[in-house]
């Protein structure tokens, strides 16, 4: 099946618009591109946050109040690790730690990255693609006034708390976009390729900054949108607006456009953002309208209509 | 504190007969060298069946009705690894896991397996030391007629089904002892070696080929003393019986009395097994007998005094 539909995302937020996309594009017509700049080996394991966020997201096993995990997780091993004064600091559910081992068991058979994640989707039933950026080894680090930190580290062990001076990604100069994710893109039928609602800084910029990505996206014919995650100055989840004022960035979907603007055809801002509208397009960048904020099942299937409209829009 | 008795076991039946020796000499005058060739990597994770066994047992946290694992276990992990279709005939129990996790933790933290395993002891509360053969991995392979078999693809996958034709021990050519276990051997305060009633096969010999301890046991002023693992022509616990008449052996105390007599002083035989008592001293080791069957604490403790008398009586 030809892929129709490429979404590039991060965790939560962009999982959110994949599982509404994934409602309008069947199958493996839609391939979502998952950063991996957050993954991290722990315990001796290989931990995907975003990969399996889209995972559980897209298998309808997400645990949505908390935001992340697993719905109906139970916590022995942690509960027994804690008991052995082990480092409980990043919390593995039961059932999570099952999808580790899983993806460890395939890649210790030989499997890559991007092989072991679609045995896993398969495994849950999951019916659209789901790619890692790269099979390649990409580690984000945070450079804070204390120091550099691994990203996990930030975001879980120190609650995002510590200011953002600089991001980098140790082994992006290196990596290249797996083959899966290329052919996805390089797909004629390719109708659409969308920037999910993910943190621009540690979940989109990862994946710019792997091999031929960025170019890939800016000569793509297929219409290239980005949905702002940044919905009235705030962001809906995670350290994005954070993030972006400590970097001595406006907290805007101006900024978004701006970060994007060599590679987006138009940026989906949300009504509260409405003013915004005409410094997106003195960049180059259209804009589009519309409530983004999605909370049900519905606001994600009519985000991703609007989304998918503009694309033919765009077509026409 | 200075080493006083150091005992050499496997799994199981090993691990009875420390903790029988544990309740009489305390804390780390008692040193446990435990085998590490049933060793293996198992879905990303270093899982130690004997060294855990040793842990589990000493601590009062091993499940003695099943003879493995740990007592009111659970299996969330392996029920949802199950239901993502992955490798589930290593029974990883959610307590279990806390361990290996714990262990892989400490070592990719630059912890030696030794000092992993004291990490772990420590935090069970055990007193004596438990030492790890060799921190170099030395890996048993089962030779069958059907080809090699990794032990624990013949111990656990394969229920020891197969006829065993040989049995080699990978690495253990270049495998070294680890400093503490020389040092506890080398202990001036020495008062016996005791060689538990573990399989002289897969868990006695792979001590005895790595690096000098069949030397070094030969050659120490302190009293060796073995435990027969074979009592009535039968294994109390796996497949020792069974290896050895598929090796060509007699089903005897006999055997392992040949097998050890270069470095061991005395043989401790069951009373079922009285009538071999004139073969084994024909061989030069002393017999002594007595009932080795270890069902209750009691029958554990009163082994070990046994075992520690005939050390005191060797002295004299």
Same mark, same amino acid.
């Given at each position: 099946?030809?892929?129709?539909?490429?979404?590039?995302?991060?965790?939560?937020?962009?999982?959110?618009?994949?599982?509404?996309?994934?409602?309008?594009?069947?199958?493996?017509? =839609?391939?979502?591109? %998952?950063?991996?700049?957050?993954?991290?080996?722990?315990?001796?394991?290989?931990?995907?946050?975003?990969?399996?966020?889209?995972?559980?997201?897209?298998?309808?096993?997400?645990?949505?109040?908390?935001?992340?995990? =697993?719905?109906?997780?139970?916590? &022995?091993?942690?509960?027994?690790?804690?008991?052995?004064?082990?480092?409980?600091?990043? &919390?593995?559910?039961?059932?999570?730690?099952?999808?580790?081992?899983?993806?460890?068991?395939?890649?210790?058979?030989?499997?890559?990255?991007?092989?072991?994640?679609?045995?896993?989707?398969?495994?849950?039933?999951?019916?659209?693609?789901?790619?890692?950026?790269?099979?390649?080894?990409?580690?984000?680090?945070?450079?804070?006034?204390?120091?550099?930190?691994?990203?996990?580290?930030?975001?879980?062990?120190?609650?995002?708390?510590?200011?953002? &001076?600089?991001?980098?990604?140790?082994?992006?100069?290196?990596?290249?976009?797996?083959?899966?994710? =290329?052919?996805?893109?390089?797909?004629?039928? =390719?109708?659409?390729?969308?920037?999910?609602?993910?943190?621009?800084?540690?979940?989109?910029?990862?994946?710019?900054?792997?091999?031929?990505?960025?170019?890939?996206?800016?000569? %793509?014919?297929?219409?290239?949108?980005?949905?702002?995650?940044?919905?009235?100055?705030?962001?809906?989840?995670?350290?994005?607006?954070?993030?972006?004022?400590?970097?001595?960035?406006?907290?805007?979907?101006?900024?978004?456009?701006?970060?994007?603007?060599?590679?987006?055809?138009?940026?989906?801002?949300? $009504?509260?953002?409405?003013?915004?509208?005409?410094?997106?397009?003195?960049?180059?960048? $259209?804009?589009?309208?519309?409530?983004?904020?999605?909370?049900?099942?519905?606001?994600?299937? &009519?985000?991703?209509?609007?989304?998918?409209?503009?694309?033919?829009?765009?077509?026409?």
């Amino acid at each position: 099946m030809m892929t129709r539909v490429v979404a590039l995302s991060g965790g939560v937020g962009g999982a959110k618009l994949a599982l509404g996309l994934s409602d309008l594009v069947k199958g493996e017509s =839609l391939a979502i591109i %998952s950063n991996t700049a957050d993954d991290f080996e722990h315990l001796g394991l290989l931990i995907c946050p975003d990969i399996d966020t889209q995972l559980y997201t897209l298998s309808g096993k997400a645990n949505s109040d908390q935001g992340w995990g =697993l719905a109906d997780e139970s916590w &022995r091993v942690m509960d027994a690790l804690e008991a052995l004064g082990g480092e409980t600091w990043f &919390r593995l559910g039961d059932m999570d730690l099952a999808t580790h081992l899983w993806r460890r068991g395939a890649m210790a058979g030989g499997a890559t990255l991007t092989e072991a994640t679609r045995g896993l989707r398969r495994a849950l039933n999951i019916q659209c693609d789901v790619l890692p950026m790269s099979n390649d080894p990409v580690r984000t680090i945070i450079q804070c006034e204390e120091g550099d930190l691994s990203f996990q580290h930030y975001f879980v062990r120190r609650r995002c708390e510590p200011a953002v &001076r600089g991001v980098v990604f140790a082994g992006a100069d290196c990596a290249r976009p797996s083959d899966e994710a =290329l052919a996805a893109l390089a797909s004629p039928e =390719l109708e659409a390729i969308i920037i999910c609602p993910s943190n621009p800084f540690v979940s989109i910029d990862p994946i710019l900054h792997v091999g031929a990505y960025r170019r890939c996206f800016a000569s %793509s014919p297929a219409p290239v949108i980005a949905v702002s995650p940044i919905v009235g100055g705030r962001a809906i989840k995670g350290p994005a607006a954070k993030m972006m004022a400590e970097l001595g960035f406006p907290v805007s979907p101006v900024t978004i456009a701006r970060r994007y603007s060599d590679f987006i055809d138009c940026l989906v801002i949300d $009504e509260a953002d409405a003013e915004s509208a005409p410094a997106v397009r003195a960049l180059g960048v $259209e804009a589009a309208v519309t409530r983004t904020v999605m909370t049900s099942r519905d606001d994600k299937r &009519r985000l991703a209509q609007f989304v998918m409209d503009l694309a033919k829009g765009g077509d026409e």
